[in-house]
């Protein structure tokens, strides 16, 4: 089977998991066949997957023909034989448990075409034991969706003992038609990738407190701000279920042995019913309390050295079990997680050889089997290697891009295009310390290496071109006055260089387009955005004010008067509005988005690059003194005037023709 063989997908269970996947594969155009085991439950399901859309169709991320369209395509059923019969994938989200998926799969394989591929949406349970209950363990996969399946853009691609090559190819090739970004894991393992990297976190997290190491507000504290998780660990346990994490942990524990032994406060807390925000309580009050409220200053040093050490060694584990390598596992990490860095690059930075150290310190002082190294970290320690090794800055792409290899942008040079993609999408494209740092290097090399005539600045997915600042970066500062003062002076050069760029600058945006990111699309030489688009500084809702030089660019592009609406009102603008304010040039719709985007800035980059390089410097020395840029403007005429550029044009001019500037 190939991919474009699928048109019909069954989804087994309508709980929050199935009926999200349900919806995701009508989104993405297939048939779809919602199942479960009551007409109510069913209808439940179908009930959610109507408002979800509704709600996509009032944010404007999909049209109400599209919801409409996606909704025909899902009919709810009860008989399995209704679902399977004509499915070319059929996606099982029953309960986790294995005596329930096995019963489901014994009835399936009565019923579904001998050439229609199982995939197990399970996110603990062996891939190899569950096709081992089919007929078709060659045909069988896993494919573990992340919770909700609409917004989480990862799908872990799971091979069991017995998976042919052909179905992982096929079922990745699926989960991209859907928007996802497949990560195959290539050996079955239990955790599989990211849960194998979190779980064995939050249980470090609970013998901390359990063994009096640390209390809950420091470890939360450590992960929250020290390591700028997306939550600290006792709060994400809460946000997802304590329970949750313990019975994986229980499955880890039986099939890996004592190193993943579950910390007897989680069990402490399940036993109690104490879940977390479900329950109403967990290592938080969510009732009577005030919920997960984390001190930014509480962390501590040995606290963060102990976890990312038992990160780094699952890391290691799974690298040196041939489950994925390093770059799969900080992309499923990130995406699936919300970590700014993936685990790997994280223990790279700090260092393999301490790392290792912290664990054998550890293991001498307890014992305690979840600290021995692993026998890959320990030969990188050795080696003096690290999880990514040292790279290289051969070109191997050919575009000029030699050594411009960044963790938070991706960078590419189509022609005399230069596109500088904000490469965050797990985090909506938020502007980091490093993202700054990377960006102020593109733009520079940009200018100076290769042949590059206009800038194309874009968002990565199709949520945000940028959200805005990465607030959990700014409250590690603790709220320090000098910390707070560089940070927007870090901005406030990065965002100037950029718009004193020597070339014109585009910025595409296609959805958020929020506070810092709104900052950034200002120094751009002129915006395009998406009818769907978002647009507006919210800054004073946090009690903050745009840092990066957005009390005054914006001033400039829309007027003072509006400027100020839109810092003080905080409110979130469309696109059209934003167009009328004058901040956005264009208005189109996101089917044309694209290719308009490349249009306009390959029209950009045809024109006359010293022309171009000379009017943005007259037009910015003249921004608050007119007779400094009338200075500039009348020597670069002057100057222009001299160029071969000026006699391409002329004679182009003269014979009907378009020009073909050479910047010279």
Same mark, same amino acid.
């Given at each position: 089977?190939?991919?474009?063989?699928?048109?019909?997908?069954?989804?087994?269970?309508?709980?929050?998991?199935?009926?999200?996947?349900?919806?995701?594969?009508?989104?993405?155009?297939?048939?779809?066949?919602?199942?479960?085991?009551?007409?109510?439950?069913?209808?439940?399901?179908?009930?959610?997957?109507? !408002?979800?859309?509704?709600?996509?169709?009032?944010?404007?991320?999909?049209?109400?023909?599209?919801?409409?369209?996606?909704?025909?395509?899902?009919?709810?059923?009860?008989?399995?034989?209704?679902?399977?019969?004509?499915?070319?994938?059929?996606?099982?989200?029953?309960?986790?448990?294995?005596?329930?998926?096995?019963?489901?799969?014994?009835?399936?394989?009565?019923?579904?075409?001998?050439?229609?591929?199982?995939?197990?949406?399970?996110?603990?349970?062996?891939?190899?034991?569950?096709?081992?209950?089919?007929?078709?363990?060659?045909?069988?996969?896993?494919?573990?969706?992340?919770?909700?399946?609409?917004?989480?853009?990862?799908?872990?691609?799971?091979?069991?003992?017995?998976?042919?090559?052909?179905?992982?190819?096929?079922?990745?090739?699926?989960?991209?038609?859907?928007?996802?970004? /497949?990560?195959?894991?290539?050996?079955?393992?239990?955790?599989?990738?990211?849960?194998?990297?979190?779980?064995?976190?939050?249980?470090?997290?609970? !013998?901390?407190?359990?063994?009096?190491?640390?209390?809950?507000?420091?470890?939360?504290?450590?992960?929250?701000?020290?390591?700028?998780?997306?939550?600290?660990?006792?709060?994400?346990?809460?946000?997802?279920?304590?329970?949750?994490?313990?019975?994986?942990?229980?499955?880890?524990?039986?099939?890996?042995?004592?190193?993943?032994? /579950?910390?007897?406060?989680?069990?402490?807390?399940?036993?109690?019913?104490?879940?977390?925000?479900?329950?109403?309580?967990?290592?938080?009050?969510?009732?009577?309390?005030?919920?997960?409220?984390?001190?930014?200053?509480?962390?501590?040093?040995?606290?963060?050295?102990?976890?990312?050490?038992?990160?780094?060694?699952?890391?290691?584990?799974?690298?040196?079990?041939?489950?994925?390598?390093?770059?799969?596992?900080?992309?499923?990490?990130?995406?699936?997680?919300?970590?700014?860095?993936?685990?790997?690059?994280?223990?790279?930075?700090?260092?393999?050889?301490?790392?290792?150290?912290?664990?054998?310190?550890?293991?001498?002082?307890?014992?305690?089997?979840?600290?021995?190294?692993?026998?890959?970290?320990?030969?990188?320690?050795?080696?003096?290697?690290?999880?990514?090794?040292?790279?290289?800055?051969?070109?191997?792409?050919?575009?000029?891009?030699?050594?411009?290899?960044?963790?938070?942008?991706?960078?590419?040079?189509?022609?005399?295009?230069?596109?500088?993609?904000?490469?965050?999408?797990?985090?909506?494209?938020?502007?980091?310390?490093?993202?700054?740092?990377?960006?102020?290097?593109?733009?520079?090399?940009?200018?100076?290496?290769?042949?590059?005539?206009?800038?194309?600045?874009?968002?990565?997915?199709?949520?945000?071109?940028?959200?805005?600042?990465?607030?959990?970066?700014?409250?590690?500062?603790?709220?320090?006055?000098?910390?707070?003062?560089?940070?927007?002076?870090?901005?406030?050069?990065?965002?100037?260089?950029?718009?004193?760029?020597?070339?014109?600058?585009?910025?595409?945006?296609?959805?958020?387009?929020?506070?810092?990111?709104?900052?950034?699309?200002?120094?751009?030489?002129?915006?395009?955005?998406?009818?769907?688009?978002?647009?507006?500084? /919210?800054?004073?809702?946090?009690?903050?004010?745009?840092?990066?030089?957005?009390?005054?660019?914006?001033?400039?592009?829309?007027?003072?008067?509006?400027?100020?609406?839109?810092?003080?009102?905080?409110?979130?603008?469309?696109?059209?509005?934003?167009?009328?304010?004058?901040?956005?040039?264009?208005?189109?719709?996101?089917?044309?988005?694209?290719?308009?985007? !490349?249009?306009?800035?390959?029209?950009?980059?045809?024109?006359?690059?010293?022309?171009?390089?000379?009017?943005?410097?007259?037009?910015?020395?003249?921004?608050?003194?007119?007779?400094?840029?009338?200075?500039?403007?009348?020597?670069?005429?002057?100057?222009?005037?001299?160029?071969?550029?000026?006699?391409?044009?002329?004679?182009?001019?003269?014979?009907?023709?378009?020009?073909?500037?050479?910047?010279?």
């Amino acid at each position: 089977m190939d991919a474009s063989d699928v048109s019909t997908v069954a989804v087994l269970g309508a709980g929050n998991m199935g009926h999200g996947i349900a919806e995701v594969a009508a989104l993405a155009g297939y048939d779809v066949f919602l199942r479960d085991i009551e007409e109510e439950l069913v209808r439940d399901g179908y009930d959610s997957i109507e !408002w979800s859309l509704n709600k996509l169709a009032e944010k404007d991320r999909i049209s109400d023909e599209e919801a409409a369209a996606a909704l025909d395509r899902v009919e709810p059923v009860v008989p399995v034989a209704d679902a399977v019969d004509d499915a070319d994938l059929v996606i099982e989200a029953v309960p986790e448990k294995m005596e329930i998926k096995t019963d489901v799969y014994e009835e399936v394989e009565e019923y579904a075409p001998v050439d229609a591929l199982f995939a197990s949406n399970t996110s603990s349970i062996s891939i190899t034991d569950l096709s081992e209950a089919t007929e078709r363990p060659e045909q069988f996969c896993g494919m573990h969706f992340f919770n909700p399946p609409v917004r989480m853009d990862l799908v872990e691609v799971i091979s069991g003992g017995h998976t042919a090559a052909e179905t992982l190819d096929v079922v990745e090739a699926v989960a991209e038609e859907m928007g996802k970004t /497949p990560v195959r894991v290539r050996r079955d393992s239990p955790g599989f990738v990211v849960n194998r990297v979190l779980v064995p976190l939050m249980n470090e997290a609970a !013998w901390l407190v359990h063994d009096g190491e640390a209390t809950v507000a420091e470890v939360d504290a450590t992960t929250k701000f020290d390591l700028g998780l997306p939550m600290g660990s006792f709060e994400l346990a809460d946000q997802v279920g304590v329970d949750v994490g313990y019975h994986v942990l229980e499955y880890m524990h039986a099939e890996l042995g004592d190193a993943y032994e /579950p910390c007897p406060l989680l069990a402490e807390k399940v036993e109690a019913g104490d879940l977390g925000k479900k329950t109403g309580a967990g290592f938080y009050d969510y009732e009577d309390g005030d919920g997960a409220e984390i001190p930014a200053d509480a962390g501590r040093e040995d606290v963060r050295d102990r976890l990312l050490a038992l990160m780094a060694n699952e890391v290691a584990g799974l690298i040196g079990n041939d489950v994925a390598d390093a770059a799969d596992i900080d992309r499923a990490v990130k995406l699936g997680a919300g970590f700014p860095d993936g685990p790997a690059k994280l223990a790279d930075e700090h260092g393999i050889d301490d790392l290792l150290a912290t664990l054998e310190e550890a293991a001498a002082e307890t014992g305690a089997a979840r600290y021995e190294a692993t026998d890959h970290l320990r030969e990188l320690a050795e080696s003096g290697d690290t999880f990514h090794g040292d790279g290289g800055d051969e070109d191997a792409s050919g575009d000029g891009t030699a050594g411009m290899d960044y963790d938070t942008l991706s960078v590419t040079v189509d022609g005399y295009v230069g596109h500088v993609e904000l490469d965050r999408p797990h985090r909506m494209n938020t502007i980091s310390g490093e993202l700054l740092d990377e960006l102020a290097d593109a733009v520079e090399r940009l200018q100076t290496e290769g042949d590059v005539r206009a800038l194309l600045l874009t968002g990565a997915g199709d949520r945000a071109f940028s959200a805005g600042a990465d607030v959990q970066s700014m409250a590690a500062g603790g709220g320090d006055p000098l910390e707070g003062t560089e940070l927007s002076r870090h901005g406030q050069e990065t965002f100037g260089e950029l718009e004193a760029a020597d070339m014109p600058v585009l910025a595409a945006i296609d959805g958020y387009c929020l506070g810092g990111g709104m900052e950034l699309a200002t120094c751009a030489d002129m915006r395009i955005a998406t009818s769907r688009s978002e647009l507006g500084q /919210p800054e004073h809702n946090l009690g903050l004010l745009p840092g990066w030089g957005g009390t005054q660019r914006l001033r400039h592009i829309v007027g003072e008067g509006r400027a100020k609406e839109i810092i003080f009102t905080a409110e979130r603008y469309d696109a059209e509005t934003m167009a009328e304010y004058g901040f956005v040039n264009e208005v189109v719709e996101p089917a044309a988005f694209e290719d308009r985007a !490349w249009e306009l800035a390959r029209d950009l980059a045809s024109g006359p690059p010293v022309a171009q390089r000379y009017t943005k410097r007259a037009m910015l020395a003249g921004r608050d003194d007119t007779d400094a840029g009338l200075a500039v403007e009348a020597q670069a005429f002057g100057q222009l005037m001299n160029t071969e550029d000026l006699m391409e044009g002329v004679m182009a001019f003269m014979g009907d023709d378009e020009p073909e500037f050479e910047g010279k």
